[in-house]
């Protein structure tokens, strides 16, 4: 028979586990956190492998200071550099938003390109994390394009001046040249549309594109695990490969067990 | 041959799940923990770079002055205007620079399009190309001379895009009476008017003209344009919709100067012969 005290003790971690077991029975998510919290890397790895999440977090300082830039933004040629000098000289820690938006974009792009020269000097893009070095690629393209879209937005002089020679550029490249300048501008020139479609571009159209990489890139990272340094002398997978698999490594990966044809 | 590379491969994975399995490390609290510093460090620098940005801007930190980090915002945009510089924001230096080496109306395809597409292929292709599994860098002696190459190309490129020099149409206007002297225009005053618009306008941003000016996007040399018989109405027709007389020419409309300022610079385009 328990004692008052415990029969209290057990009912507050009961009060606490339950809505997470609520949860965990539901989508199973508590034991993907755990799972994400508590798996193995190797016990190597090194300082330069954080390039990644501090990638992650300039691109979210990106999103958090985004949303609040656009609550008073307006994308109109007539408003657009004023509601910038509003928000910079106006609006309570506006300039800090907009400074931070700035030079976050900035921080970020140096940071995409210093983990991919790490992941270039590792060797990380090597089998089988092909596919991840792809997304990679692509979302340092697509920051590119944030940068290219987002720098129109304040409509000053050198913001427009450089977007117009930009486009006209794009509208240089053989066959699909004039119809992505044609598609960037919303027309045959710059014109009062299109400041509104490079703001739709850089806040909902680039923004949806790269949410969608990282969560593929993640997942692979999760998936296929993070290389050790390549000088480490107990770098993960160089171990005695003396026994080769039956199965030619396949388990886990594609399939479930040797082939029938007995290939393998 | 190939398959049994594959194999190979396979196995190296299984080994290395094996590894971790064995001897690695829980990602909480240890790698984590790393991450959390890492993160921490960028969120300062971002905030410093906006304070910095700020508070070293002349004149009660709302002028269109630049500071350490440049300016908090240029003139409101003019489609009208006519003096602007074309600069993209500095880490798109290396393809603006790009643009700058390839000056020769054939070849400037290769800059704007050949050069950056070929570079982004070879990047997307990186894994297929190289398919050895060896990870050591020193044993990698092509990756390492490529990595080498690429970054320092890029530093050199971005490095002379910031440092680019853009031609002043103050300094352009001093060249004007010079150029009516080898070119032959003395004393006419509509090719002067044109010559003086065409040192203030911007058009010397792109074009170089008697060894002066900075050529960008292969923006030919107007010295002896006019020795190219296109005639006043073409030149016109030019200035004010380049890619309708010259299909893909990435130069800007200059319809915004008026009929009057544009049959100037048409005139002096034309009186340009090229030196005697």
Not at chain 1, 95 to 116: E, K, N
Not at chain 2, 198 to 219: E, I, L, Q
Not at chain 2, 242 to 247: L, R, T
């Amino acid at each position: 028979m328990a004692t008052p005290d415990t029969t209290k003790k057990d009912q507050m971690q009961e009060a606490i586990l339950y809505p997470l077991d609520w949860i965990e029975e539901r989508s199973g998510l508590v034991g993907g956190v755990k799972y994400f919290l508590f798996r193995k890397v190797p016990g190597d790895i090194n300082w330069f492998q954080t390039l990644g999440s501090a990638t992650l977090t300039a691109f979210l300082v990106q999103a958090l200071t985004g949303v609040i830039l656009a609550m008073y933004y307006k994308p109109d040629p007539k408003d657009a550099y004023t509601s910038i000098q509003h928000i910079t000289n106006d609006v309570f820690a506006g300039w800090l938003v907009r400074g931070m938006h700035r030079w976050g974009a900035s921080v970020f792009i140096i940071l995409m390109f210093m983990h991919m020269g790490r992941v270039f000097l590792f060797g990380a893009y090597k089998y089988p994390r092909e596919l991840n070095w792809i997304l990679g690629v692509l979302l340092l393209v697509m920051g590119m394009l944030e940068g290219f879209s987002g720098y129109l937005l304040p409509w000053d002089q050198t913001s427009y001046w450089a977007t117009v020679v930009g486009i006209n550029l794009n509208g240089t490249a053989p066959f699909l040249g004039p119809f992505l300048s044609q598609f960037l501008q919303g027309g045959t020139s710059i014109n009062a549309d299109t400041l509104a479609r490079f703001y739709s571009i850089h806040m909902l159209m680039i923004p949806g594109a790269i949410m969608a990489l990282i969560g593929l890139h993640l997942y692979l990272v999760i998936r296929l695990g993070v290389t050790s340094p390549p000088w480490s002398k107990e770098a993960a997978g160089t171990g005695p490969l003396a026994k080769a698999p039956m199965n030619g490594g396949r388990s886990g990966l594609t399939r479930p067990g040797p082939r029938k044809d007995g290939r393998g | 041959m190939a398959d049994s590379r594959l194999i190979e491969r396979r196995r190296v994975f299984q080994q290395y799940k094996a590894d971790v399995k064995e001897r690695g490390k829980p990602f909480f609290p240890f790698a984590m923990w790393h991450d959390t510093i890492m993160s921490f460090v960028v969120v300062v620098v971002i905030i410093g770079l906006a304070i910095v940005w700020r508070y070293t801007t002349p004149g009660n930190h709302h002028s269109t002055a630049a500071g350490w980090l440049g300016k908090l915002y240029d003139a409101p945009a003019d489609p009208g205007t006519i003096n602007f510089v074309p600069r993209p924001d500095w880490y798109f230096y290396f393809l603006f620079y790009l643009l700058r080496i390839f000056k020769w109306p054939e070849s400037v395809i290769l800059g704007t399009i050949g050069i950056p597409t070929l570079c982004l292929v070879l990047l997307l292709a990186m894994p297929f190309i190289d398919v050895r599994l060896e990870r050591r860098l020193l044993r990698r002696p092509v990756a390492l001379i490529a990595a080498i190459l690429a970054v320092a190309s890029m530093g050199v490129l971005t490095y002379r895009g910031a440092t680019a020099k853009e031609a002043l149409g103050v300094e352009n206007l001093a060249l004007v009476p010079k150029w009516a002297v080898k070119e032959g225009y003395v004393g006419k005053p509509q090719p002067i008017a044109g010559a003086k618009l065409f040192a203030v306008a911007g058009c010397m941003n792109c074009h170089t003209y008697n060894g002066a000016g900075t050529s960008y996007p292969g923006a030919p040399d107007l010295t002896a344009e006019g020795a190219k018989g296109k005639g006043i109405a073409f030149q016109i027709a030019h200035l004010k919709n380049p890619a309708a007389v010259n299909a893909g020419s990435p130069m800007p409309s200059f319809a915004g100067l008026g009929e009057a300022r544009l049959t100037s610079l048409a005139t002096f385009l034309e009186a340009s012969k090229g030196k005697k």
